[in-house]
């Protein structure tokens, strides 16, 4: 009984201090890259899969809470109550080459990862329920070029000197609640239903020297709120006594979110003090993209686990965004890119030496991992960039009066993202995560 007490006074004071903070995402990324489509997609993987990339759609285990396949909530024990709960922390180098030389710009940025939770309801069914992130947008660059003096739209001089001001923040948060149950020991379905929403804010504020204009400036913003299903099977197949291979398979349907994104555009006259703002929108222009996801685990002797997982997300059915004003009805052109279906592939692995020990270093588990992500954005009708990670973390047991089975998760991830001609960044992830495992509700014997 003390050991719930305590763990439920842990699992409050946490929840306390996260929602003491506030949720905003664009504490998580500094990238460019963030100003297009919904933002930089999230990993969404939880503390153990981190330190192996990622990989979890074939994976099913009783003391971990696996939201990448709802099928696996069917695997947590009928005495147990699990609690993880993470953060992140994250130093990018980004640089850009042009005719005039490389520049380089350091960012560092911290950020809550998840909360979730999972507990059996009855026999060979299990459920869970958590917030996780969904995307992040956050950015804030300029640029300096000149402009010669025939430009069309006002009579600058050859001196003046245009600045563009980049700014963004926002992202989408996702709250799901889920339910997996065993059909047979071997077969496992499962669904969660989520609930997603979040605001998407991108300005470009462009500035001149030239007397007769100010500034021009652009401000995007798109407010979601929408819900998503997402389907999960899983099925394990003995191999021999000490070997077990199980197969995974996600599927989310795609779908337009009914959004109405819009456009401000703000021209500023310093001769006559006049703002002239034009307003422009966009009807049911952004979806969620269908996605399927296939994994594949091994485990060995109940010391290996090796997984791998395969991604796929249709976001070439969401077009570019049409612009029109409200007034007149006029498209303002096609002012933003397309969209390119995501291919994400992810092989990690797991090495403890006794999980059930009772050896403190016998129950460290060591993870490793590396995965090939295409990009989903396009960028000037070019395809945005592929990025290249890799991953190692590692588990430590947590052994006290009051705990016995809990483990605090580290991972470490190196991640390169790069494309020909644009911005490359490489960024150095560290995640820390706490997984709660608590028998909470065993029935105790009295002699």
Not at 66 to 71: E, Q, V
Not at 109 to 126: I, T
Not at 266 to 285: E, F, P, R
Not at 401 to 419: D, G, H, I, K, P
């Amino acid at each position: 009984m003390k050991k719930s007490v305590f763990s439920l006074i842990t699992i409050i004071t946490l929840l306390l201090t996260f929602q003491a903070s506030p949720l905003h995402a664009q504490g998580g990324t500094s990238s460019p890259y963030s100003q297009y489509g919904v933002g930089l997609l999230s990993d969404q993987s939880i503390g153990m899969s981190r330190g192996m990339n990622g990989v979890g759609i074939g994976m099913r285990e009783y003391g971990q809470v696996n939201y990448l396949n709802p099928a696996s909530y069917s695997a947590i024990d009928s005495t147990t109550f699990i609690f993880d709960v993470a953060m992140t922390m994250q130093t990018s180098n980004f640089k850009e080459t042009t005719s005039q030389g490389t520049r380089s710009l350091n960012a560092r940025n911290a950020d809550f990862e998840y909360a979730v939770a999972s507990f059996r309801v009855m026999k060979h069914l299990g459920m869970s329920f958590g917030i996780i992130p969904y995307s992040v947008v956050g950015y804030d660059y300029s640029t300096k070029p000149k402009i010669i003096s025939n430009y069309t739209q006002y009579p600058l001089t050859s001196q003046t000197t245009v600045t563009t001001d980049n700014t963004g923040d926002g992202g989408l948060h996702m709250v799901y609640i889920g339910a997996g149950w065993a059909i047979t020991p071997r077969l496992s379905i499962g669904t969660n239903v989520n609930y997603l929403w979040g605001t998407l804010d991108n300005a470009l504020v462009t500035s001149y020297t030239d007397s007769y204009v100010k500034s021009l400036s652009r401000y995007y913003t798109a407010t979601i709120s929408t819900a998503k299903l997402d389907f999960g099977v899983h099925y394990t197949l003995p191999i021999s006594k000490k070997d077990d291979l199980s197969l995974g398979l996600t599927y989310s349907p795609g779908y337009g979110i009914g959004a109405s994104p819009r456009c401000e555009i703000v021209t500023s006259n310093s001769q006559s003090a006049v703002n002239d703002t034009t307003l422009y929108k966009a009807q049911n222009a952004l979806r969620i993209p269908t996605s399927i996801g296939v994994g594949v685990s091994w485990k060995h002797n109940n010391k290996w686990l090796v997984g791998l997982d395969y991604t796929y997300q249709g976001w070439s059915a969401m077009k570019s965004v049409d612009y029109r004003d409200v007034k007149t009805g006029k498209l303002m052109g096609d002012d933003t890119d397309g969209f390119n279906n995501r291919h994400r592939i992810n092989v990690g692995a797991q090495y403890c030496k006794d999980a059930n020990g009772r050896s403190f270093k016998d129950r460290i588990r060591f993870r490793f991992g590396m995965g090939y992500t295409t990009s989903y954005i396009q960028i000037n009708d070019r395809k945005g960039p592929r990025e290249i990670s890799m991953s190692a973390g590692i588990g430590l047991p947590i052994i006290n009066m009051y705990n016995t089975r809990s483990m605090l998760n580290v991972s470490f991830q190196w991640v390169n993202t790069n494309a020909t001609g644009m911005i490359r960044d490489n960024t150095f992830r560290i995640n820390l995560g706490l997984t709660f495992n608590e028998r909470w509700f065993a029935k105790w014997k009295f002699d």
